[in-house]
């Protein structure tokens, strides 16, 4: 394959696992990750390892600070792990029935009815779904902004390959 070739495919893997960071149906951070290893393996690029060992550093901060920070953030709530799980399972559903806005529909609506039936007050299960989301959110913003400082490293070294 030419370096032209995998550097579209490295490319493509880096934008499907920033788009899976947010879309929890895609894979997120080890798409990126798996980028960097295709790049420093078949990449025409002296830095190629450089940017692998750097975007991986990034991708376990990313994907450690999030995981830690949302269920640091549940905890001090008291919100257990299930609603998010039930929350993820009806957004997965919601994608296939309602395709373009059926994931975070049903997200939100599959953490606010476990909520609901958890804590059994409205208000409080309101209160608990929308910190759940701040929590999430959070999390996947810090992941998020760590990838796409792995993708401009990679980017970095996929264009000094070319060059």
Known sequence: MTPA??????????LVGLCG?????????????LGALVWAIWGNSS???????????????????SALLTK?????????QWPVIVGLVCG????????????PIGFVLGLFCSELYRVRNVSQAVSTSVAALKAIGTGMLI?????????AVLGASVISGLL
């Open 5 to 14: 070739l995998i550097a579209v495919l490295v490319a493509l893997l880096a």
């Open 21 to 33: 960071i947010v879309i929890p149906a895609l894979p997120g951070s080890l798409t990126v990750g």
């Open 47 to 65: 830095w190629g390892w450089i940017a692998f060992g750097v975007a991986i550093v990034l991708l376990a901060i990313g994907m450690g600070s």
């Open 72 to 80: 640091r953030n549940l905890d001090s709530r008291q919100i257990p």
């Open 92 to 103: 997965l559903v919601g994608a296939f029935v309602l395709p373009a806005l059926g994931l």
């Open 143 to 151: 992941e998020l902004a760590c990838a796409m400082t792995a993708t």
